[in-house]
């Protein structure tokens, strides 16, 4: 909100794009390891200090060579680079760091350290806003000293959670072993959550490409909006993954994901009409009246986060299951049908084609999601019947 008003929709803009190289590095480089770190220690906290040093040296080794290889690509194509000038190296430089921070917070959740990942979430936001205030004062604002906050927020706290998960010394060395297993499992759910992320994420990129960064700044209030709304199921969905992924009887897993799910839908519901009614008082309140744009396209964006708020809470179950390969394929269909959408409505509607494009892949991803699921839960039954 401030950042908004700040930096302006141009400012905002080029610092949602770099957030969003950042975090589609993460999302190419995790592995699917940061579920299979929650997932294991669930399992066997034993295990705890190779997850912690797999997660570093995979984290900060692999995601480092991934961000050099892409500036490498950037050197040599900077008309593909989203971003120009310093922001481009910090947005790389984002990937390890963030790694670390999503693998160590999964061991969290894992362990049902719920206080400490809450701690550890409130910390972050309030480093950012320390960081911001503090450069505000020494350097002024802009979108690169802003993004240099949430770099040094990520480091200290990914560091912070190493000793707090392991206050004692440890040897950091790489069990090759543990990161094969770990892979077996993490593979099946990456290549779900990458498509994923396509589904959500890549019209914000697509906003930048095709239409610049002053559309792209207002498209990322509704971005942040959604964001904002899908705190609570993404907040579930993480609390209550290790859960489901601990109890060993399959109709319990099933009836507590769905119990979820319905509750999620009573809630969201009403949640994401009321949100989309007041979305100029909102907007004007929260990011000031030069965002006013971004009013019209939230509200077409509005059903469909309902839809997936849903989805992400049935997205638990196959996790929890050992998430089948034939689970990919909504998350694959949305990912194409998106782009393609994207890539036709976006040069006619505007940031309004983009949401209108989300709205629609994210229903259908939701009908996708709910057969699949139903049919994972059907075929164990048969199963265990048999």
Not at 160 to 181: D, H, I, T
Not at 184 to 204: C, E, H, M, N, W
Request: glycine share 8%; with cysteine; hydrophobic share 55%.
């Amino acid at each position: 909100m401030f950042t908004a008003r700040a930096l302006g929709p141009e400012g905002r803009g080029l610092l949602a794009v770099a957030l969003a190289v950042g975090a589609l590095g993460m999302q190419l480089g995790n592995l699917g390891l940061h579920l299979s770190n929650a997932y294991h220690v669930s399992k066997d906290p034993s295990e705890l200090p190779l997850l912690i040093s797999n997660s570093l040296i995979m984290s900060l080794g692999v995601g480092g060579l991934g961000a050099l290889l892409a500036a490498g690509v950037f050197m040599v194509k900077p008309e593909w680079a989203p971003v120009k000038g310093l922001l481009l190296p910090l947005s790389l430089l984002y990937i390890p760091l963030g790694l670390a921070y999503l693998f160590l917070q999964n061991l969290s959740l894992g362990l049902h350290k719920i206080r400490l990942y809450n701690k550890l979430e409130l910390g972050n936001k309030v480093s950012i806003v320390l960081i911001m205030l503090i450069f505000f004062y020494l350097r002024g604002f802009t979108p690169v000293n802003v993004f240099l906050a949430y770099l040094l927020s990520l480091a200290f706290i990914f560091s912070a959670n190493v000793f707090s998960l392991q206050p004692n010394p440890f040897s950091l060395r790489f069990s090759w072993s543990v990161f094969r297993r770990e892979l077996r499992y993490g593979l099946r759910f990456y290549v779900g959550a990458f498509f994923s992320y396509i589904t959500i994420k890549i019209d914000l990129l697509m906003v930048q490409y095709i239409l610049g960064s002053r559309q792209a700044g207002y498209y990322s209030i509704d971005s942040t909006m959604a964001d904002l709304v899908l705190l609570l199921p993404m907040t579930v969905a993480a609390l209550l993954f290790p859960k489901v992924a601990a109890v060993s009887d399959w109709q319990t897993k099933w009836k507590l994901t769905k119990k979820a799910a319905s509750v999620m839908g009573l809630v969201m519901l009403p949640a994401c009409i009321v949100v989309a009614i007041l979305a100029r008082i909102i907007v004007r309140l929260l990011f000031g009246a030069s965002y006013l744009p971004a009013v019209e396209a939230f509200r077409y964006l509005a059903p469909g986060i309902f839809f997936l708020s849903i989805s992400l809470t049935l997205g638990i179950f196959m996790a929890a299951s050992g998430q089948p390969w034939y689970s990919v394929a909504p998350y694959l269909i949305s990912a194409v049908l998106n782009v393609l959408l994207n890539l036709y409505f976006i040069p006619r509607l505007g940031i309004v084609g983009a949401s209108l494009t989300s709205s629609v892949t994210y229903a259908g991803l939701f009908v996708a999601v709910l057969w699949v699921t139903k049919r994972v839960h059907l075929r164990r039954m048969s199963r265990s019947a048999s």
